[in-house]
């Protein structure tokens, strides 16, 4: 190793020697088992390997979902998304000194180092999944067709019962612009194209046999929304029988441009990752028939029972080194697909779920090539009883990442930074472990009929931005980290 003192005469090597060094190598790799083991405690420093802790903020000790990191001119917003949460009294914002259920907290992150809190805007009154203000998206409004070019609009969730637009130009001061909805049985993971302003509302449209579903909608003026039309799997429209598909988690689209919509569904078990025409998709005929459903689909893969989807991140026009010399299949469209582990992986109670590479190169048949997990034994995670797991990748689809460095939130096990540059053998490069503190909230489930509680890190979502950060955000009430990746890892993204 670079700046290791030679110890003995390399050209003469002893045996004895050798089993010494064999022996001493094992006893550091057994500490640093033992150590990686060990359940993190309060004043524990972080766990960390080629990335580094740069700024934190505590984000009122509200439990995080979703952030999204914004350019506004000179500055970075991050917004970030809550569950819900019921409290007795509700948390107090101290920006303001009232009592507010959880919703969505904006902090500058211009200096990372010093994340400031600008503004809470208050979600739905109700629990985790219910209540809160979970999703953001962000656009300007002088990249909409028909936006106020002054504006800047966030896209948020109320609940499960909305979905909300404010106009956030004055991050400190964020003003209601519009409320679409307001009885739909769920909400989750939006998308939405700032160039053309086309969204795709993840809704519980009622009537429809699915908690969630798509909602085409044109938000080019985010003023005056527009249904464009209701979209799902067939089986899961209004007046359909039989077996109902697992629900949206959450669309992402390649715009006009790459033509594509990836849906992923079912975040529980019983996945299905599903290819969409997008131009097919928003002009095609309206009506939620069977053939109607299946006119814009291109391509589509069931999982097994065991596993879920919860983000279908496309990475297209791969040229892989060793298909270099190959006439067919050089280049390559691969999805990374994340599944997520739900509350009942603490324990492991469930199957474990993994991140899949799926090679879409012939989109009509999308197959698997490869997968990735963190090894349970690292962390013993299964006998501390966490919730253990995958659960997303970060979306940002510009440099200096996207296609080089995938980042997946893991929950109990951080963040994980993977190699992607060939997806046929993903390696993991880093990771970052928060420490918990006196805010990270214990949580309880019952394993084999046994009531348990543990207080550990849920890393629940993960983001980037162009200057090379990386935001993760806790689901345990344990707040924003912001990180920066150092060594071998920083190297692959070609970050000085």
Known sequence: MPG?????????PTI????????????????????AAQEPKIGDPPQAWNMRLVGYNDLQGRSAYQPTIHKQGNRYIAYIGHHGAIYVPKPINPLTGQAEFNGTSIV????????????????????????GAQM??????????????????????????????WNVADPSHPVLVTRIGGNYNDTHKSWWECDTGIAYLVSGVPGWRATRMTEVYDLSNPAEPVKIRDFGLVG????????????????????????RVYFAYGP???????????DKLIHGPKEPTPANLLYPQ???????????????????????????????????????????????????????????????TVEKHPMTVSNWLVPEATGNYCDRGVRFGPHSAAENMGPPFYKKIAFISYFAAGVRALDVRNPLQPKEIAYFIPAPTQATEKRCFRIDGKQRCTTSIQTNNVETDDRGYIYIVDRANTGLHI?????????????P
């Open 4 to 12: 290791t003192r030679k110890v003995f005469d390399q050209s003469r």
């Open 16 to 35: 004895a020697v050798a089993l010494g060094l064999a022996v001493a190598a094992f006893a550091v790799a057994a500490v640093v088992a033992q150590e």
């Open 108 to 131: 500058d992150v211009t200096d990372p180092a010093h994340p400031k809190y600008l503004a809470h805007i208050p979600g739905a009154e109700g629990g985790p999944e219910t209540g």
């Open 136 to 165: 953001t998206r962000v656009c300007d409004g002088k990249d909409l067709p028909h936006g106020d070019p002054s504006a800047v609009y966030l896209l948020r969730t109320f609940g499960t019962h909305a979905h909300e637009i």
């Open 236 to 259: 899961q429209q209004p007046g359909a029988t039989g077996p109902i598909p697992s629900d949206l988690h959450g669309p992402i689209s390649t715009g006009p441009a790459g033509n």
């Open 268 to 278: 529980l078990n019983g996945g299905i990752f599903q290819i969409v025409d997008r």
């Open 298 to 360: 291109v391509g589509r893969l069931d999982l097994s029972p065991l596993y879920g989807a919860h983000t279908s991140l496309p990475m297209l026009q791969m040229r892989l080194p060793q298909f270099a010399k190959w006439r067919v299949g050089a280049v390559r469209d691969f999805v990374l697909l994340v599944g997520e582990a739900t509350g009942e992986a603490n324990g492991c109670q469930r199957t474990q779920q993994m991140v899949w590479f799926v090679d879409v």
């Open 483 to 495: 990180l920066e990746l150092t060594g071998e890892a920083r190297a692959v993204a070609g970050l």
